[in-house]
């Protein structure tokens, strides 16, 4: 009787902790710790330099912010705040989408650029 309740206890409580462990183990980030290494200088210049070719704006890249990764099949993705002047506005801080494929001829790709709003 004993190993039937043990059996019941785990056929009602596995399924409910494998629900939600996979999104725990997706949404591991790391923090950026030194923002103003090369690497991240060179991935938030490329996110700058990739906006302004397809956007036609001249926006000029100041500091990085913070940032955090994570790694994913398709590479390491990379989420960085960004400052950015744009001509004779005030600087303003941007999020940045980028990931890191880690070879290939353009092993980054741009997946989003977009204004950060002022409240953060």
């Known amino acids: 009787m004993r190993l ?17 462990a996979p999104d725990e183990v997706l949404e591991t980030w790391d923090p950026v710790q030194n923002t103003s290494e090369p690497y991240w200088i060179n991935t938030a210049e490329f996110a700058v330099t990739s906006y302004n070719k397809h956007e036609k704006k001249n926006l000029v890249f100041e500091s990085v912010v913070k940032g955090k990764t994570r790694y994913e099949v398709t590479g390491l993705y990379i989420v960085l ?40």
């Open 4 to 20: 039937q309740w043990v059996i019941a206890v785990l056929v009602l409580v596995v399924p409910l902790v494998t629900a939600v």
């Open 81 to 120: 705040v960004i400052k950015v002047k744009d001509g004779s506005l005030p600087d303003a801080n941007y999020d940045v989408g980028v990931r890191d494929k880690y070879a290939g001829p353009n092993p980054l790709d741009l997946i989003y650029f977009r204004k950060r709003p002022k409240f953060w």
